[in-house]
């Protein structure tokens, strides 16, 4: 079985980490360790080599980019992704592949939240977290834990499935969204996380990338979930125009008309209710386009 795994792993400046990380997959056993190398200023690709793992370096930049490119390059039926550094254990790779390899999941993903030494997750990271993965599940109508996580497992065929666009940490969004999209099976489960080595910082910025992963949560779940998004639009144009309603009947009351301001709410309100139809009706579409999708693929 530990023929047909490819484990992948991204790196960008992990010297510190990468050499134990690869030797320790082939002490398991993984013959075909494939590190992609985001042009690493430091000396992760020989470390890499010296362990005994197949390195290439990347085109363009990102985490996505490089995602991209080498799941264009792996012929096996199972591929590992995990972070070169080294706050995944691969003593659990087998936690992830059982799923795939007994038929039973299509992508597998490692869930942090299970078991995570004291110091893996900054506060901030933690919190931006938590949002996140809650953002992620009204959206796409699911009850996932870790949605960012950097230990997953895929059945080649799933990947083959994929249409993946995010260059940068987006990625484990998109992998997220297209498993939901295509119907894959997924599947959590438990794993360790550990905190990053002293002297080796993480490549993300917890705000800036953590502003970008939401919005590519946002800007993907739009046509997902086109229904949250207008409700949501029509109901700051319904509740403004019950605002200046209510200001506009209670003057009315006391005798004095407010002309301009009548024709204000009318227009809010009209306005927001018809964005809630905008939203049903782009839902409806959505759902038939899904329904269709399906039957099409039973094909
Ligand atoms: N090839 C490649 N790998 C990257 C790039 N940016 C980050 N990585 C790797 O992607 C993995 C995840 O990044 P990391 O900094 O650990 O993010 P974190 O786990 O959220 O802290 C690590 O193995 C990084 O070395 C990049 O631009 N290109
Ligand atoms: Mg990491």
């Given at each position: ?175 997220t969204v297209e498993s ?29 990338d953590g502003f970008k ?87």
């Open positions: 079985m530990k023929d047909n795994v490819c484990i992948l792993i991204p790196t960008l400046n992990e010297g510190k980490t990468i050499r134990d990380l690869v030797a320790r997959f082939k002490a398991l056993g993984y013959e075909d360790v494939l590190v992609i190398d985001g042009n690493s200023s430091d000396d992760t690709v020989s470390e890499a080599k010296a362990a005994g793992a197949r390195v290439i370096s990347q085109d363009g930049k990102g985490k996505g980019t490089a995602v991209q490119q080498a799941f264009g390059l792996i012929d096996r039926d199972i591929t590992v992704m995990i972070d070169g550094d080294g706050t995944y254990l691969p003593e659990e790779v087998e936690k992830l592949i059982e799923p795939i390899a007994a038929g039973k999941a299509d992508h597998v993903m490692g869930n942090r939240f299970a078991n995570y030494e004291k110091g893996a997750f900054t506060g901030l990271n933690l919190f931006g977290n938590k949002v996140l993965n809650k953002l992620f599940n009204i959206d796409y109508k699911v009850c996932l834990e870790d949605i960012l996580t950097g230990y997953r497992a895929f059945d080649n065929k799933a990947i083959k499935r994929m249409d993946l666009n995010q260059s940068g940490f987006g990625i484990e969004v998109e992998l939901i999209k295509k119907d894959l099976r997924m599947l959590e489960v438990p794993i360790s996380y550990r905190a990053r080595a002293a002297g080796a910082p993480t490549k993300l910025n917890p705000l800036e992963i939401g919005y590519t949560i946002y800007k993907l779940g739009k046509t997902y979930n086109p229904m949250l998004y207008l409700s949501i639009v029509g109901a700051i144009f319904v509740a403004a125009g019950i605002a200046v309603g209510t200001y506009v009947t209670w003057d009315w009351f006391k005798g004095i008309n407010h002309l301009p301001l009548t024709i204000l709410t009318a227009l809010l309100t009209i306005t927001g209710v018809q964005i809630f139809i905008f939203g049903y009706l782009s839902d409806m579409i959505v759902q038939v386009q899904r329904e269709t999708l399906r039957e099409l693929r039973k094909r």
